[in-house]
């Protein structure tokens, strides 16, 4: 559900939770609105409401356990702070929404919300991303001291993933250097192979399609059986999270930088191909592809999907 208004000529919009009356009792206070207001902004703990809503902190816990048994709020993480373990809680949406009655057809708003396309579920929803992306450290890093040259074909991931969203709630980002066991339980995006990025090393065994060290790193397919060797090639794979199975993880590297490069050209310009799931077995969402030198400058500028 989205929330939209429009003024000035500008549509503006939030996702939305549609309300139940039983619900409503868990926002009636001025306070409890005021603590659901400050956490849609931004996750936060209770001795931090506390401080800044000027209130005593047990006040804050009544509300938190009556917005959270609502459904209203949920926890967003759990960190250590002064020998103390910190709850964060986040809101489930940025507005709460009670309908009085069942929505009708309209033409009059612009329609700036199309169905996110399954294939980018649980990882996009609502116009929200929920999924932690992780990236190869361009350090010397792993058993190999690689440093990844991957990273900057992120930023067209990111661009493209943004043309589905309309609310980003926190920092997406990290390196794979710097993740910890308690974001593995996330939906994970993980860009680059096994040898810059070590959490695609962690499941790389575990993937339909992967890459095989005994063979130089070349991509290796547990669907059609087939292994492919050259540098341009890359692999797409979207499947359950080995670490939190109730997630999900999307796997998107290359045998080399310009395999990553490659899989980037099918998510841009390909993407309804790469949707349809590898062309062996199309219930299996992995794909492999390859980059190709159209005008021979040396550069990828367009691919072949193989499988």
Request: aromatic letters at 8%.
């Amino acid at each position: 559900m989205r929330v939209i208004e429009k003024k000035k000529g500008e549509i503006y919009s939030l996702p939305g939770k549609e309300m139940k009356l039983k619900q409503l009792k868990a926002v009636s206070s001025e306070l409890a609105l005021r603590i659901a207001e400050e956490i849609a902004e931004k996750p936060a703990y209770p001795m931090q409401l506390a401080k800044k809503l000027k209130v005593h902190e047990q006040k804050i816990y009544y509300h938190i356990r009556k917005l959270e048994k609502a459904g209203l709020i949920e926890v967003a993480k759990k960190e250590a702070i002064q020998g103390a373990q910190a709850v964060y809680y986040k809101a489930v949406q940025p507005a709460l929404v009670l309908k009085l009655k069942q929505f009708e057809i309209t033409q009059n708003i612009i329609d700036i919300e199309k169905e996110p396309i399954q294939f980018l579920k649980p990882f996009v929803e609502d116009g929200k991303l929920n999924a932690t992306i992780i990236l190869g450290s361009p350090d010397p890093h792993g058993p190999e001291k690689a440093r990844s040259r991957d990273g900057y074909y992120a930023v067209d991931l990111a661009l493209f993933l943004g043309s589905f969203l309309s609310f980003v709630p926190d920092l997406n980002v990290k390196l794979d250097t710097e993740v910890r066991t308690e974001d593995l339980d996330n939906n994970l995006i993980i860009v680059g192979g096994p040898v810059i990025n070590t959490i695609t090393g962690r499941i790389n065994s575990k993937m339909p399609i992967s890459f095989d060290k005994e063979k130089n790193w070349a991509i290796t397919s547990k669907i059609s059986g087939k292994a492919y060797h050259s540098d341009e090639t890359g692999i797409i794979v979207k499947m359950q999270n080995p670490f939190n199975r109730k997630k999900k993880v999307l796997v998107i590297a290359g045998k080399r930088y310009a395999g990553t490069k490659a899989v980037m050209i099918a998510f841009i310009k390909h993407f309804k191909e790469i949707i349809e799931g590898n062309k062996f077995d199309n219930k299996i969402k992995a794909k492999v592809v390859e980059g190709i030198d159209i005008d021979s400058d040396g550069i990828v500028d367009e691919i072949d999907i193989l499988e």
